[in-house]
């Protein structure tokens, strides 16, 4: 009983403390404020995945999103932040519709949970060692396994590693080689070895 | 009050009642923010309010299985692929137009 209403404490808890920042992620005007408000949904969001017993998801949780993506975010914050830092308050209509949608969906999600019943799960079968049976079950190959979307997550992360690389890199003015970066004039001299260069007056012509 | 708080243990309505609730905050963000950074954390919220759900799921109808889970993770994946790539693009939008107001991001053609 006692670990019931520790859970149910918690479970309150920390979804009053993710909508709250949710809501400061989506009303503050400064982009900084906005992206600590999502890194607190996202620890918040961590715990709760803690409380449903998904330890090593929780974990993956912090390092990826809080560690990576938040800190993405803030980079991308700074590095437009001359455009405007401040976000001007939108106009009326736009917030009225968008809580019109918002409002909406909550409201078809909410009637449609309280009429649905889940299928009762099979008691208590939780193994306690979930890493490594996650690990094994991303690298299974038979019918139950998930090999194949492992590898094209791994493809998807390569291609934005070079898309992210290709398109936020200067491009050149006209007229140059792509590869100079467009400010080493003299750079394929420099590459190309001494005995390579059509050089009529070499030392030993 | 423990045998109240005990009672009251939250089952898989209130579990997705506070998933959706994250969701319908970031379609709010989607649908009233102007600049493509906040649009993109709006979209953020969504993401991982989805991933959330895969693992309410997971936990309350097949417990044994781990399939939700890796739903999950492979939602923080494209989530991380997503933020590499739309960080690149307001980057370089921002360099060669001064803007990243989305309502002015329609003449990317030219």
Not at chain 1, 48 to 74: M, N, P, T
Request: hydrophobic share 60%; with cysteine.
């Amino acid at each position: 009983m006692m670990h019931d209403a520790v859970l149910t404490v918690l479970f309150y808890a920390l979804g009053a403390f993710a909508v709250l920042c949710a809501l400061a992620v989506v009303n503050a005007r400064r982009l900084l404020r906005a992206a600590l408000a999502l890194m607190f949904v996202l620890l918040a969001s961590a715990g709760l995945y803690l409380l449903l017993g998904a330890e090593f998801l929780a974990g993956v949780q912090v390092l990826v999103y809080v560690g990576g993506i938040v800190i993405l975010i803030v980079f991308a914050v700074m590095l437009t932040s001359a455009a405007d830092l401040l976000e001007d308050n939108p106009r009326f209509g736009r917030k009225l519709a968008g809580a019109v949608a918002s409002i909406g969906f909550l409201a078809l999600a909410g009637t449609v949970f309280s009429r649905i019943a889940l299928r009762a799960p099979a008691p208590g079968t939780h193994p306690p060692d979930d890493a490594s049976a996650i690990g094994r079950k991303l690298l299974d190959f038979g019918a139950e396994g998930y090999v194949l979307p492992f590898e094209i997550v791994s493809l998807l992360l390569l291609a934005a590693v070079i898309g992210g690389i290709v398109i936020a890199r200067k491009t050149p003015p006209p007229g140059q080689p792509f590869t100079s970066g467009g400010d080493a004039p003299g750079e394929a001299d420099i590459a190309l070895p001494r005995s390579q260069r059509d050089e009529p007056e070499g030392p030993d012509a | 009050m423990l045998e109240f708080l005990a009672a009251h243990k939250p089952g898989h309505v209130e579990w997705l009642l506070l998933s959706a609730a994250l969701f319908a905050i970031g379609l709010y963000g989607v649908l009233t923010r102007r600049n493509a950074v906040a649009v993109l954390i709006a979209v953020e919220l969504m993401l991982n309010s989805a991933a959330l759900n895969f693992v309410v799921f997971n936990r309350y109808v097949a417990p044994a299985a781990f399939d939700g889970q890796i739903m999950a993770i492979v939602v923080i994946a494209v989530a991380a692929a997503e933020v590499v790539v739309g960080m690149a693009i307001f980057v370089a939008l921002f360099r060669h137009r001064a803007t990243i107001d989305v309502n002015r991001m329609n003449t990317m053609k030219d």
